[in-house]
């Protein structure tokens, strides 16, 4: 069965500095793996996915996501934070079947003036 | 627009009560999903469905029922058999095949 690691609860950056939100997965195949965030109370927006192909992604809100096959990783990056990013985000993996997706546990993004 | 709709909000229970979430959509979507979200714990999968009239458990299912009798609509009962009920719960839709799930507002339970 597929999985997801994300191996930082919480991650403080001070507005307008660099984040990268680490992702590690588990699956046999090549996985479909995404980016969704959340705010407080509320449901989950897509931020990007990656299927296949260029293994660099671009998303909303000035989101990227690098796919490393080698490392099982899919990092989450953005080159400057800004207030409004401060929220849940989850990474998560699809093996291709109808039984939907594996989310982690999720990284909580503190910003600081 | 369109999207997918929970109500209520907020619901209270109380114990050895069964109680309905709603989840409405209006895109067209095939598949409907239900996660629980728990502090620390992430999202983990309830009950799935890809047809009408059909449906599937998923990891977490125990205490828990659904029904799809309308492609729109997907909802889930919280039974009385489910030992730890207070979560909050996300419905989520997608097209077959695509992982790109719209997901609803969410519902918060709270048994007391």
């Known amino acids: 069965a597929q999985s997801v690691t994300q191996p930082d609860i919480h991650i403080t950056v001070s507005e307008g500095a660099s984040l990268e939100l680490r992702c590690n997965y588990s699956y046999g195949a090549t996985p479909y793996l995404f980016w969704y965030v959340q705010s407080p109370g509320q449901g989950l927006q897509l931020l990007l996915k990656?299927?296949?192909?260029?293994?660099l992604v671009q998303g909303i809100k000035g989101f990227e996501a690098e796919f490393k096959r080698s490392q099982s990783s899919f990092n989450l990056r953005k080159p400057s934070v800004h207030w409004s990013d401060a929220a849940e985000y989850f990474c998560a993996v699809a093996g291709g079947g109808a039984d939907g997706l594996t989310f982690g546990k999720g990284t909580h993004l503190i910003i600081q003036p | 627009d369109g999207g997918i709709t929970q109500s209520p909000k907020y619901l209270f229970r109380k114990e050895g009560q069964n109680v309905t979430l709603s989840c409405e959509q209006n895109?067209?979507?095939?598949?409907m999903y239900w996660y629980r979200q728990d502090p620390g714990q992430g999202l983990r999968l309830i009950y799935y469905s890809q047809i009408v009239n059909d449906f599937q458990k998923g990891d977490i299912a125990e205490g828990y029922s659904v029904s799809r009798e309308k492609k729109e609509s997907f909802p889930l009962t919280v039974t009385s058999a489910q030992k730890n009920p207070t979560a909050f719960y996300l419905c989520a839709s997608s097209v077959q095949g695509n992982y790109g799930y719209t997901f609803g507002s969410g519902t918060r339970l709270t048994v007391v």
């Open positions: 990656y299927f296949s192909g260029d293994t």
């Open positions: 895109l067209n979507h095939d598949a």
